[in-house]
Nanobody, 123 residues
Framework: QVNLLESGGGSVQPGGSLRLSCRASEGTLEPYAVGWFRQAPGKEREGVSCIGVFPHTYHEDSVKGRFTIFRNSAKNLVYLQMNNLTSEDTAVYYC?????????????????WGRGTQVTVSS
């Protein structure tokens, strides 16, 4: 069973930046699309960004222009670079492998999920 491991979460002030990493416990992420999702307290999980195999990228509207998703193939990692963070970005962030199909943001096309990493944006 392949596990996904997120890292890079933490606490940051509004306007700050964080880079989250997603790696597989074994094997490579290259054949898979990788999505980043988040869930804030009392809210439903939402899709944040998705990177396909080729690799086209997709972003949820509220993070466009602030978040970037990209691969480091040499390190077998997928990153989520988050800039200009606001309190609305506070959530547990998860990565998952699957497909960036049109319904990617629902999470339905993703089968393997990490345990998440906490991001807190607060002054």
């Amino acid at each position: 069973q392949v596990n996904l491991l997120e890292s890079g979460g933490g606490s940051v002030q509004p306007g700050g930046s964080l880079r989250l990493s997603c790696r597989a416990s074994e094997g490579t992420l290259e054949p898979y699309a990788v999505g980043w999702f988040r869930q804030a307290p009392g809210k439903e999980r939402e899709g944040v960004s998705c990177i396909g195999v080729f690799p086209h990228t997709y972003h949820e509207d509220s993070v466009k222009g602030r978040f970037t998703i990209f691969r480091n193939s040499a390190k077998n990692l997928v990153y989520l670079q988050m800039n200009n963070l606001t309190s609305e970005d506070t959530a547990v962030y998860y990565c998952a492998t699957g497909r960036c199909w049109p319904n990617w943001a629902t999470g339905a096309p993703f089968a393997i999920w990490g345990r998440g990493t906490q991001v807190t944006v607060s002054s």
